[in-house]
């Protein structure tokens, strides 16, 4: 499968909030509720065709394995102490990828227009919705039409 092929929903539900708790554990919402968490990225669809999920594939069925065997239940049943054993486990043992993933992670999540917002960025870049321009009466313009073409 190549990497424009694969898309989130390609996941299986568990493996879906997997992956948002693995950003949201890079990442976390701010408490205030001001700054969100990684899994915004997902939501936004800056991640859908994004060679993440074929790096995580793997260690997604790992986790799941990990949850089933050391706690006896599904990792959608986990609670927040569980999930954060499992991901800094992950972390040890993976400290290469994780680190590299994180990186990746961090460097998309600090362009989004949402979160640059949130920490007071004024200057956001203009695409890809363009340089937005206000509309105004072009009859302003009328003189200049009229005179036609000048050359030097």
Do not use: H, W
């Not at 539900?13 to 976390?28: A, C, D, V």
């Amino acid at each position: 499968m190549s990497y424009s092929e694969f898309v989130f929903n390609d996941f299986e539900k568990e493996e879906q909030i997997i992956f948002r708790e693995f950003l949201n554990f890079i990442i976390p919402p701010g408490t205030d509720g001001r700054m969100p968490g990684a899994c915004c990225l997902i939501d936004q669809y800056e991640l859908t065709y994004s060679v993440f999920f074929l790096k995580l594939s793997k260690e997604i069925k790992q986790i799941i394995e990990t949850s089933c065997s050391l706690y006896k239940k599904k990792f959608t049943g986990l609670n927040s102490a569980e999930i954060s054993f499992i991901f800094n486990d992950f972390k040890i043992k993976n400290s290469g990828m994780f680190n590299q993933l994180a990186t990746e992670i961090i460097q998309y999540y600090y362009t989004n227009i949402e979160v640059l917002k949130a920490i007071g960025v004024l200057s956001i870049p203009p695409f890809p919705d363009g340089n937005l321009v206000e509309e105004v009466d072009l009859l302003l313009l009328e003189q200049v039409f009229l005179k036609g073409r000048i050359y030097r």
